[in-house]
C-alpha cells in the first residue's frame, strides 16, 4: 500500500514537470521580429498623453509636435505616446485617470477645472480677452501662471497653457444674431458652472456633456446646438448637422498641459529639463498654430458646408457684452475677486488699445 501511494505520487510529480517543461519549451521565445527601434527599450522612458480632440486641431497637432521634440531633444530615450480623439478617456474620466496613473499627461479645456477649483472659472467670463494679445498675456503672464500653481495643492504639476481660440454658436435653430435668439434653445456646454450662467442668463438651457458625445447630441436632436472653436466645429464635422454658424468669439477655449507631481517628481532633472524645454517651445508655436489653424478650417467650412454663416458686426457684439456683463459681478465671488479684478484691469486695458 505505501509502496503504491510512493509510486502513484512519483507519477503526479512526472506530470507536472513534464505539463511545465512542454509548456515552456512551447512558448515563443522570440515572439517579436527583431527590429533596431526595440534596442534598449528597457532603457526608455514612455508617457501616455491622452486628449479627446482630432488631430488636426491645436491641441492635436500641439501633442504631436510635443512628442516629435522631446523624441528628438533625448535621442530617441523618451517617449510621448499621443492617444487622441478621446480613444483612452473622455473629458470626463481623464482628470482621474491622470491621478490613478493611468495615463501619464493630459490638456483638458480649462473649462472642464472647476471640478480642481473655481478659480478656473476666470477664463470662461464673456468675452474676456478683447484680442488675441489679451488672450497671449492673460495665459502665459501672471493670472496664467497662478492657475496653473493652484494646481500643487490637488497635487497635479502645471506645465503650460495651450490655447485653442475663441468660441462660436452653432446651432439648427438660427440665425443667432442678437442675445434674444438663444431663448428657448437647448446648447451642448462644456462641464462648467461659468458657462451655464451665462446660457442661463440668456434664457436658454444647456446640458453638461462629453466633447465626443456632441455630434450625436445634434444629430439625435437632443440638442439645438452647442458653442465651439472652428477647429473643434470642423474637425468633428458638426458643420454637417447644424444649419447655422455665428462668428461671435464670445469666450475663451483652451488648454492646461498637466502631469501627476508624484510622476514628475520621480524624473531625474535631466528629463524634466528635457520635457519643459520641449513644453515651452511648443507652447510658443501653438499660440501662432491655432490661429492659423483655426483660420483655414474657416475657409474650408466656408467651401464645404452648406451651413449659413453671420459674423457678428461691432455693434452686435456690444450688445452682446452689455447683456452678458452682469456675469462678472454675479461670480465674482465664486471666481475670487481679486482674480476677477485682474482679468477685468487686463480686459480693460486691451479694449482701450484696440480702439
Ligand atoms: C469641448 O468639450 O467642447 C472642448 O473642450 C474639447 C476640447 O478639448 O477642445
New binding site residues.
Given amino acids: 500500500m505505501k509502496k503504491t501511494r510512493i509510486y502513484l505520487f512519483m507519477i503526479s510529480i512526472g506530470i507536472v514537470l513534464a505539463v511545465f517543461i512542454g509548456y515552456h519549451t512551447l512558448l515563443p521565445q522570440n515572439a517579436l521580429p527583431y527590429d533596431d527601434d526595440q534596442e534598449g527599450l528597457s532603457d526608455q522612458i514612455v508617457f501616455k498623453f491622452s ?3 482630432a488631430e488636426n ?1 491645436p ?1 492635436g497637432q500641439a501633442a504631436a509636435k510635443f512628442a516629435e521634440l522631446v523624441d528628438k531633444n533625448s535621442n530617441g530615450t523618451i517617449k510621448i505616446v499621443v492617444f487622441s480623439n478621446g480613444s483612452l478617456f473622455s ?1 470626463i474620466e481623464e482628470i482621474n485617470a491622470l491621478k490613478d496613473g493611468q495615463v501619464h499627461i493630459i ?3 480649462t ?2 477645472l472647476g471640478m480642481l477649483s473655481t478659480d478656473w472659472g476666470v477664463l470662461d467670463l464673456p468675452y474676456v480677452f478683447p484680442n488675441y494679445e489679451a488672450m497671449v498675456e492673460g495665459i502665459h503672464g501672471k493670472i496664467g501662471n497662478q492657475l496653473l500653481n493652484s494646481l500643487e495643492k490637488e497635487g497635479i504639476k502645471g506645465l503650460a497653457h495651450w490655447s ?1 481660440g475663441f468660441k462660436q454658436f452653432t446651432t439648427n435653430n438660427g440665425p443667432i444674431v442678437v442675445p434674444e435668439d438663444l431663448r428657448g434653445q437647448t446648447f ?1 456646454i ?1 462641464q462648467s458652472d461659468v458657462i451655464k450662467a451665462q446660457f442661463d442668463l440668456l434664457g436658454a438651457e444647456s446640458h453638461q456633456e ?2 465626443n458625445s ?1 455630434y450625436n447630441l445634434i444629430e439625435a436632436g437632443t440638442v439645438d446646438g ?4 472652428i ?2 466645429i470642423y474637425s468633428k464635422k458638426f458643420y454637417n448637422v447644424q444649419k447655422y454658424l455665428t462668428l461671435s468669439n464670445h469666450g475663451y ?1 483652451g ?1 492646461a498641459v498637466m502631469m501627476d507631481q508624484k510622476v514628475w517628481d520621480q524624473q531625474t532633472e535631466n528629463t524634466q529639463k528635457i520635457l519643459l524645454e520641449a513644453m515651452n517651445e511648443t507652447t510658443t508655436w501653438n499660440d501662432l498654430n491655432s490661429i492659423k489653424l483655426n483660420e483655414e478650417q474657416l475657409e474650408l467650412i466656408k467651401q464645404n458646408s452648406s451651413i449659413q454663416l453671420h459674423e457678428l458686426t461691432k455693434t452686435e457684439i456690444e450688445k452682446w457684452k452689455t447683456d452678458l456683463d452682469p456675469i462678472y459681478e454675479e461670480l465674482s465671488k465664486t471666481i475670487g475677486e481679486e482674480l476677477v479684478g485682474e482679468m477685468q484691469e487686463l480686459r480693460m486695458r486691451f479694449e482701450v488699445e484696440k480702439q
Avoid at 452647442?226 to 472653436?229: L, M, V, Y
Fill in positions: 486628449h479627446v480632440v486641431t491641441k473629458d490638456a483638458p479645456s473649462s472642464k485653442n451642448r462644456m462629453s466633447f456632441t452647442e458653442e465651439n472653436t477647429s473643434n477655449l488648454y
